[in-house]
Structures are given as C-alpha cells and as structure tokens.
C-alpha cells in the first residue's frame, strides 16, 4: 500500500520522484497460457541495474486483468522498497480501470498514470473532466495526468490535446493528481513549457520524450523522466538525469549527441511501427531485448516487428557506440527466460 495519503500525494511525487521511469511489457510463456514470472523478474532487475527509479508495468497488451495484476506483485516483490511501480490505467472502459486501479492498490503499485480508452470520444471538455476524476476519485494512490495526441483529442477538444484550464480544474478538484506526464501538443514543445510555468511550483512536469528532456533539462529544472521506452538507452537516461541534477550540462550534451544515431533510427521507423495511433509494444519489447531485457512472444492481437526494423534500431544503437544484443533475432520471440 502507499506510504502517503490523498493530500500527501504531492509532497511525496516531488521528494520521491526524481530520476527516469522506463517501461516493463509483461512477459509470457512459450505456449502464451500465463505469464511468465521469471523473464518479469529478470526485466525489473535489468531495470534496476541501469539505476531507474521505477517502471510502468504496461497493460497495453492482451492480458486479463487478474494477470495483470498478478505481473504488478511480481514487479513489486522483485522490486525493492524504494523503486516504483506504476500502474498503467489502459482498460477498455471507465468501470474496467476503476476495478484495475484498485486492484493496483493492493498489488502494490505507488503511482497510477491515467489513460483513456480507444472508445472513449468525448465532445466536450467536461466530459474528460469527469472521466479523469472519476479515475482519481476512486483511488487513495497519487496519479499522473497526460495530455497525449494518441487520445484523438485534437483538434476537437483543444489543439494541446487537454487544455490548461481543464488541467487547473482538475488540479483544484484531485488532490491525488501529483504529476503532469507533459505530452500535450506533441512533438512540439509548448504543451511542456506551458505546463512547467503554470503548474510547475504545485505538482512535477514529467518530460517523458528523451530528445525533449535533454536539451530542455539545461534551461529549466525536469526532475523526472516518466515514463517512456528509456530501456532502448539502457542506461543513459537515468545517468542523464544525474548529470543535468550535478549541473553538468555539457556532459549530458555529449550523451545526447552519442545517442543520436539510435534516436534516429527509432524516429524513422516511426509512423511504419506507430500507425493507428498505437504505440507498438512488440518494438518496444525488442529495443528493451536488445539492451539485454526478456524480450520473448506476445499474444494475438499484437503489432509486428520485421527484420529491416529490428536490424535498424540494432544498427542506431551500434552507431550510438552500444553493444546491443548480437544473438539471432529469432532469441527475441523465444526470451531470454523461456518457459
């Protein structure tokens, strides 16, 4: 359970929360009949070895939601007291992610960040005002908001996805809101900047894109990355995180620039791995696989990931000075912990 209340929930994100969040992709058997609890356990001790603060445990997979929850207490026993566990609030409708962020509570998670379903078309700002508090109202865990264009949002709400003025009722109205994961307008960077100057002193401004964080980081205080593919990096974001927190900036320059060739390569891939408005976490488990994570087969529906992709984002990371993973891409879809 948490260590903090409702009304605390902010003071603990600020003092706790500081450092980089990556993402975990539950992990299956061979037979995809359960989960597969030792490659879960191998990935939040990779985590942790590239010095992460904490991971999202992903539910944008087919998944039950009792496995679900069950991948969240193997994340959590694996874990130590001080690394977070944040629960991914990505069901089919608002009842399924009030049950599944209750059911978080008790699986230990310490953080919720909300999502909207695929269904889910609002017309109005207020409509997603009561969507979101509804999702806060019923759970004592803080939360983090996140304006996003994969929501369908934009145009038709507000251009930012989820305008400031709904964000300023949201934060008068949620005491357990604590983070801002700032997505809003993406891939620009205004949405982020308006959120830091209006919302920065009352709850922290998350700035989950690497190629935003790095160079924003040296002209204004970020003090998470959350959550986001930073496993791809194994771990660079984490040490980004310190250097720019030590104030040496040209230091964190120089891992942005050798780094680049893999951001590169993951941004021309983008729209072919990305369509549908979906993030393609079959890629996402392969640039954590090639960091010497699980990786290791997903149900159907899932996306795919082809040969030319997999040896493109290997090749940004060799170019970046990695040493990723040279074992047959064939390994990927068995996992490192076959079972």
Known sequence: MAVYTRTEAREWAREKLVGAVNCTIPSFT???????????????????????????????????????????????????????????GSWSTLADNIEAVRGAEEAGADIVLCSYPPNFYPESEEEIYQYTKAVCDATDLAVIVFPMYLWGFSPRIHPSDIPTRLIRRLLDDCPNIAVIKAEGGFPYIQGIIDCHRLFGDEVVISV??????????????????ATSDHEFYGPIIPQVMSLVADGKLDDASELFWQTHPARKAKAALGQALNGGAFINRQSWKFQGWLQGYNGGPLRQPTQRIHDGQMLALRKGLIDSGFEPSMDPLREFFVGRNPA
């Open 30 to 88: 061979g037979d995809l009949k359960s989960i597969n609890e030792a490659g879960i356990r191998h990935d939040i001790r990779r985590a942790k070895e590239h010095g992460f603060l904490g991971t999202l445990g992903v539910s944008e997979v087919n998944i039950t939601l009792p496995e679900y929850l069950d991948f969240l207490r193997i994340a959590r026993d694996e874990a130590d007291k001080d690394f977070v566990v944040v629960h991914h």
């Open 208 to 225: 989950p894109i690497e190629a935003d964080l790095i160079p924003l980081s040296q002209v204004m205080p970020i003090q998470l990355s």
